[in-house]
């Protein structure tokens, strides 16, 4: 997914889900606040710019099917896209036979992907804060959605994510590779954003994963290719049973 766009509520009705809270609004709110609102700004263009997996690289679509494979080997479908913006990427997942809901922190971001999938349901959520109880989820799809959470608060990400997923579930996260943080002023095609963006490590992210419980399946960082101007890093990862 190109970085490089930078400068640049009902449930499903095909798919019974076990059951699910919602967090309270303004807690999510004021957790993300200056991220959620950058992305309420950018959602429309963001929405125009990137309306479909088409800057998705072959070697990512192979990591989403990987991804749904371990999941559907569970013996349950039951996903959150967890910083699932504009809902961009809920038909993949359905196409791999998931049964998906999604959550964001920006209620701008959300409201795009309930206009574009009215039959999804969609949440204010976060990393931090997913809206589902204990165990109650087969997978959480993560895809670029940790790109704002500052390394050190990984521990809490992971731990949250061994909070929601049954024994066995299994997560991917998707993120651009490196060391440092950036503040972005300009994207999507608008300016006076204040928004940080992180990169990460694999090995950092599957060692926070590991140390609240969870199986390194597989930890990968690649060359920017196409648009990108940064290397990409996935992690899927297995509670343990
Ligand atoms: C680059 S967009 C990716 C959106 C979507 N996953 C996609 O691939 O198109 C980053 C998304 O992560 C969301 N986000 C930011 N901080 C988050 C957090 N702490 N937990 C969950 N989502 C977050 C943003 O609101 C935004 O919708």
Known sequence: ???????????????????????????????????????????????????????????????????????RSTGGTTVMDVGCGTGRMIPTLLDHGLAVRGCDPSPGMLAVARRTHPDIRFDLGSLTEIPATDDALDGVFAWYSVIHTDPDSLGEVAAELGRVLVPGGVVVLAFQVGNESRLIENAYGHSGLALTAWTHRADRIARALEAAGFETLRSTERAPEGRERLPQGIVIARRAA
């Open 1 to 71: 997914m190109p970085s490089e766009v930078w400068g640049a509520q009902s449930c499903h009705p095909r798919y019974p889900l076990r059951v699910w809270c919602a967090p309270a609004v303004d807690r999510v709110k004021r957790m993300d606040d200056s991220v959620s609102d950058a992305y309420d700004t950018v959602a429309e263009s963001y929405a125009a710019l990137l309306p479909d997996t088409s800057a998705e690289s072959a070697a990512d679509l192979a990591a989403i099917a990987e991804f749904a494979e371990l999941v």
